[in-house]
């Protein structure tokens, strides 16, 4: 099996569909490395979308990315200023205009898995650095929230979660990862990356940010 993994799509509906018309779902595994929310017109439209895809089907997966973390938190603790400050608040519009409930969405957020990996690659929502546990949700430098430069893990890596503000993907041989977070939301594009079955080399491949997105 081979493997179409879509970098952060915040919103970015109508881009993401074009996206999508790139993926041969006979052959590829579909898989979202997070953040499909926030800052975009339309997180209720792909949030709907991607759960859709991914009910009942193994060959489509989505992890969790900060901020769906955040929508978390907003939903259980009732207030997250952060996550509203950084497009929360317009995402909470667009869910009353779609007229969704977006608490019915929680449980399968929170079930969302923080990683995805073979033996050949690993995808995760910020990459893994030098840190005790990657894992670990909370810490900034998990794989939800890291900044820092990523540690070689001694096969590829996948992530997003930083911002390119450029067309194309990044390769960093240092640390044999892709960045694909190409910002969409920010009038770029949305990018995936197609990696064959066994292999340890990706291609990327990016739509422009449809103006519906923007």
Request: aromatic share 10%; net charge negative; proline share 4%.
């Amino acid at each position: 099996m081979n493997y179409f993994i879509v970098g952060d799509i915040h919103g970015c509906y109508y881009t993401l569909c074009q996206l999508l018309g790139h993926w041969d779902r006979a052959n590829e595994v579909l898989i979202f490395v997070g953040d499909l929310i926030d800052r975009g017109k339309h997180s209720a439209k792909v949030l709907q979308l991607c759960k859709a895809l991914s009910d009942g089907d193994n060959q489509v997966v989505v992890l969790k990315g900060n901020h769906e973390a955040e929508l978390i938190q907003y939903v259980l603790e009732g207030s997250n200023n952060n996550w509203t400050d950084q497009g929360g608040d317009l995402t909470l519009l667009n869910f009353e205009q779609e007229k969704l409930l977006i608490q019915e969405y929680v449980s399968w957020l929170q079930a969302l898995p923080l990683y995805f990996e073979t033996p050949y690659f690993s995808v995760t929502h910020a990459g893994i650095t030098a840190t005790a546990n990657p894992f670990l949700e909370e810490h900034e430098d998990s794989v939800l929230w890291n900044r820092k430069p990523l540690q070689n893990i001694g096969k590829l890596q996948v992530h997003g979660h930083t911002p390119l503000l450029a067309f194309s993907a990044q390769y960093t041989p240092e640390s044999n990862a892709w960045n694909i977070d190409t910002g969409a939301f920010y009038g770029y594009g949305l990018t995936g990356i197609k990696i064959a079955n066994k292999s340890q080399m990706g291609t990327p491949l990016s739509v422009p940010t449809d103006p519906l997105d923007q």
